[in-house]
């Protein structure tokens, strides 16, 4: 099966993902390097399962790089600590778990989210999620395309963004603070903050440009930011 992380990010970048049901016993398979135990211990027989997965991702993305294996512990807002020179991102779902990869000196951030597709588990959670203006075009394109949950879809793509945007700014965005609008037939996503990223990170784009899919259950979104090019 073809790996839907990498369709949906441009090289530089490298995409590995993987699916698994529950208590899968492929993943007890999986090791962690001895530095990353630690904090697996904590975690329940479930999350170690996924914790691993996307390890395990990860490093297959950083061998296709030419990076020997490496510890990916947590920062400490749980965010995935990368290698000297490395930057990346993760996440899993039920059923779902990738990773992407780049050089640093090639790519500024990348920001993957997934989500299993289905609608939200609460009404209010709508509101929590979405803007006024993204609820505009959701009415819009839900009766056109029914197949796809597009409130759970602008938060994947929230979700992503903010993983790019943290990675660089280590600096909180709300997803009131993002608009996300959609595409529905070229799998494209644009989305905004209204918060600029501060001194010196003025090479941020806004809006991003991120692309998406809905395929085999899941939502899958992905943004990414390359290095500028400087002449002399």
């Given at each position: 099966m073809s790996e839907i992380i990498e369709e949906l990010l441009e090289r530089p970048i490298v995409g590995i993902d993987g699916f698994h049901t529950p208590g899968d016993m492929t993943l007890?398979?999986?090791?962690l390097l001895p530095e990353?135990?630690?904090t697996a211990a904590s975690l329940s027989p479930e999350r170690r399962l996924k914790f691993a997965?996307?390890?395990?991702?990860?490093?297959?993305?950083?061998?296709?790089?030419?990076?020997?294996?490496?510890?990916?512990?947590r920062g400490p807002a749980g965010e995935p600590v990368w290698p000297s020179g490395i930057v990346g991102s993760m996440t899993h779902c039920s059923g779902y778990h990738a990773a992407a990869v780049?050089?640093?000196?090639?790519?500024?951030?990348?920001?993957?989210?997934?989500e299993v597709n289905r609608?939200?588990?609460?009404?209010?959670?709508?509101?929590?999620i979405t803007t006024r203006e993204e609820r505009a075009w959701i009415a819009d394109v839900e009766s056109a395309y029914p197949d796809v949950s597009w409130a759970r879809l602008v938060f994947t793509a929230k979700e992503s963004l903010f993983k790019a945007w943290f990675s660089i700014t280590r600096r909180p965005l709300g997803l009131g603070q993002i608009t996300v609008e959609v595409d529905p037939l070229s799998g494209e996503f644009h989305a905004r903050t209204s918060v600029p990223p501060g001194h010196g990170d003025d090479a941020f784009s806004n809006p991003?440009?991120?692309r998406w899919t809905a395929r085999n259950g899941f939502l899958v979104a992905a943004v990414s930011m390359r290095r500028s090019v400087r002449t002399h």
């Amino acid at each position: 099966m073809s790996e839907i992380i990498e369709e949906l990010l441009e090289r530089p970048i490298v995409g590995i993902d993987g699916f698994h049901t529950p208590g899968d016993m492929t993943l007890r398979n999986l090791r962690l390097l001895p530095e990353e135990e630690s904090t697996a211990a904590s975690l329940s027989p479930e999350r170690r399962l996924k914790f691993a997965a996307v390890r395990n991702c990860a490093r297959q993305g950083l061998h296709r790089l030419g990076i020997a294996p490496a510890p990916i512990l947590r920062g400490p807002a749980g965010e995935p600590v990368w290698p000297s020179g490395i930057v990346g991102s993760m996440t899993h779902c039920s059923g779902y778990h990738a990773a992407a990869v780049a050089r640093s000196d090639e790519v500024a951030a990348i920001g993957i989210d997934a989500e299993v597709n289905r609608p939200l588990r609460y009404h209010e959670m709508f509101d929590l999620i979405t803007t006024r203006e993204e609820r505009a075009w959701i009415a819009d394109v839900e009766s056109a395309y029914p197949d796809v949950s597009w409130a759970r879809l602008v938060f994947t793509a929230k979700e992503s963004l903010f993983k790019a945007w943290f990675s660089i700014t280590r600096r909180p965005l709300g997803l009131g603070q993002i608009t996300v609008e959609v595409d529905p037939l070229s799998g494209e996503f644009h989305a905004r903050t209204s918060v600029p990223p501060g001194h010196g990170d003025d090479a941020f784009s806004n809006p991003w440009c991120g692309r998406w899919t809905a395929r085999n259950g899941f939502l899958v979104a992905a943004v990414s930011m390359r290095r500028s090019v400087r002449t002399h």
